[in-house]
């Protein structure tokens, strides 16, 4: 009896901690990558490979974040190129939503403000 407190216990303390962020809507409208130099790491003996940097570039209705950089598939996050998601900022890391849903953290390497239209001017 008291094994299942303690896990509604720890269940109801994990939801308090979880924040609630201010989600926006965002389309994933790039994914670059660019190749780095070399990577060498001592497992036993060197091992090297050539190691990319992905960014992907979200835009919102009044901004365009470039996450990233992304190093290793470890990292790699799922989003669909030109397919709705949605971002949270929160201070200089990103919240991106990927395709199963799951919240991925990402930092924030530039932000560009999109152009204000004619029709609002």
């Known amino acids: 009896m008291r094994s299942a407190a303690l896990i509604v216990a720890i269940l109801w303390s994990s939801l308090a901690l979880a924040k609630d962020y201010q989600w926006k809507e965002a389309k994933v409208i790039d994914i670059t990558s660019e190749k780095r130099?070399?990577?060498?790491?001592?497992?036993?003996?060197l091992v090297?490979?050539?190691?990319t940097k992905t960014f992907y570039w979200v835009q919102t209705a009044e901004t365009i974040y470039v996450l990233g950089p992304v190093i290793g598939k470890h990292q790699l996050v799922n989003v669909t190129l030109h397919e709705p998601t949605k971002i949270?900022?929160?201070?200089?890391?990103?919240?991106?939503?990927d395709d199963y849903g799951q919240d991925r953290k990402i930092p924030i390497a530039e932000k560009v403000a999109r152009p204000k239209s004619e029709d609002s001017q």
């Open 37 to 45: 130099g070399a990577v060498v790491v001592p497992i036993a003996s």
């Open 48 to 51: 090297g490979g050539a190691s």
């Open 88 to 97: 949270a900022i929160e201070g200089k890391i990103a919240h991106i939503l």
